[in-house]
């Protein structure tokens, strides 16, 4: 039985919303006998947004079950008994993202989320899990949105804020059946946001490619479309905008400080999204590693390979996408050499005699995969470093990589994602 909300223990009425051979689903109608563990819920959305699952436990408890669920999951997908402990690194539980994606609706106007387990709208006016000045940002659209004020072109807007919450990078999502051709009004709607957050830095604006990804695009109408000189393209890659109207929509990144660094992050790039614990994730991936060569595979904007740059002779980066790729050229020194391609194509084309000291590898959420798991040896790498956000596929690769000789030395709870049952892990491995 698959019963949401409600914690191991309690008693409750429960009403079956689905049946199925061998499992059914059910919604709690009312809680009898509660956990101790159960608190009040910290958003008035909860339960009905798909964003948090787990505000009615107590944050201590959250971590309990968290770490049970990823030991758990380490022995049923990777027949790994992992007797060693899992050190849990908490996060402030709230107010912790530093990027927030919501969906617009203009007319009639709405600004929200996803409602649990469904495609449809859910409003809200507020974010208890994102930063403060994203929440203001999101007040300051309502009140456009309601003075119809927002351009009806944008279907998405996203919201990243730098390390201490001053500063602003906004991006506008607009799909192609949207797609009006009015840019004067997304040029009003650029121009009211700047005016009433000074904090943003700058906007950004892309177009769904239709192949889930995104393109970012020259605002139309808003003044010339690009020619084809070698240029005017290379602009249009960087940049969303005409020159005349760069200063109206700003900068195209902002910069990102951890306790060591800084780190240019565009519009488009990837980068952690738990503005309190980069510092710790930093730590535990490269503190105290040091050699000749190191491999940082998905290495995004770079978050780890500047790091690295400090205490390896050589750093390979080897990262995909565009955006994230141009801001790891960007970040890291001249003994860092980047790689624009996919991992298991690097791998499969890695010069024979390469050895590395160290390869981190930091997945999306679909992980390694087979192929991929079973040509990292070809590093020939003593260490292993795998940063995770999903423990099923985590452990579906740890089973290749430790049928290959690894074995687990340490495993660390880095919990990015508080309320949330989304787990993010780091997992040393030796050989």
């Known amino acids: 039985m698959f019963l949401p909300f409600v914690l191991e223990g309690e008693r409750v009425e429960a009403e079956i919303t689905e049946q199925k051979p061998g499992f059914a689903r059910a919604r709690a109608e009312k809680i009898l006998e509660p956990s101790p563990h159960r608190i009040e819920q910290g958003c008035p959305y909860f339960g009905q947004c798909g964003g948090c699952h787990y505000q009615h436990a107590s944050y201590e408890h959250q971590l309990q079950i968290k770490s049970a669920i990823l030991r758990e999951t380490l022995r049923r997908v990777g027949k790994i008994e992992f007797a060693e402990e899992i050190r849990v690194h908490p996060s402030p539980p709230w107010n912790y993202r530093n990027r927030t994606r919501l969906r617009l609706r203009a007319r009639p106007f709405m600004l929200g989320y996803n409602r649990l387990g469904s495609s449809e709208l859910l409003a809200i006016e507020q974010c208890p899990i994102s930063s403060p000045l994203i929440n203001r940002a999101i007040g300051i659209l309502w009140r456009l949105g309601l003075a119809d004020a927002v351009s009806a072109d944008v279907a998405e807007i996203e919201l990243f804020a730098n390390a201490d919450d001053t500063q602003l990078l906004v991006e506008l999502m607009v799909e192609e059946k949207n797609r ?10 650029v121009q009211n946001l700047r005016a009433t957050i000074p904090e943003i830095a700058g906007v950004a604006v892309f177009h769904a490619t ?26 249009a890659q960087r940049r969303n905008i005409p020159d005349e109207l760069q200063e109206t929509f700003g900068a195209d990144h902002l910069l990102y400080s951890t306790s060591a660094a800084n780190y240019q992050v565009s519009a488009g790039s990837f980068f952690q999204t738990n503005r309190f614990l980069t510092d710790k994730l930093l730590e535990l991936v490269t503190e105290g590693r ?18 690295l740059s400090q205490n390896f002779r050589k750093v390979g980066a080897v990262e995909a996408a565009p955006f994230s790729f141009h801001d790891l050229q960007q970040n890291c020194p001249s003994n860092v050499t980047s790689y624009q391609v996919m991992v298991d194509r690097f791998l499969a084309y890695l010069p024979g005699g390469t050895k ?14 087979e192929q991929v798991a079973k040509a990292l040896p070809v590093t020939r790498a003593p260490r292993i470093t795998y940063v995770s956000c999903d423990p099923a596929t985590l452990a579906r690769d740890l089973r290749v990589l430790m049928a290959s000789g690894y074995r687990i030395e340490g495993a660390h709870l880095v919990d990015l994602f508080p309320q949330t049952f989304h787990i993010e892990s780091v997992v040393q491995l030796v050989r």
């Open 356 to 369: 590395a000291d160290l390869a981190i590898v930091d997945p999306p959420r679909a992980g390694l995969g």
């Open 290 to 307: 040091s050699g000749d060569y190191a491999l940082d595979m998905y290495a995004g904007t770079g978050l780890f390979s500047l790091m």
């Open 210 to 235: 239709g192949q889930g990804g995104l393109e970012r695009k020259v605002v139309p109408s808003c003044g010339r479309e690009p020619s084809g000189s070698p240029q005017a393209k290379s602009r």
């Open 180 to 189: 009006r051709r009015r840019g004067s009004d997304l040029l009003h709607l």
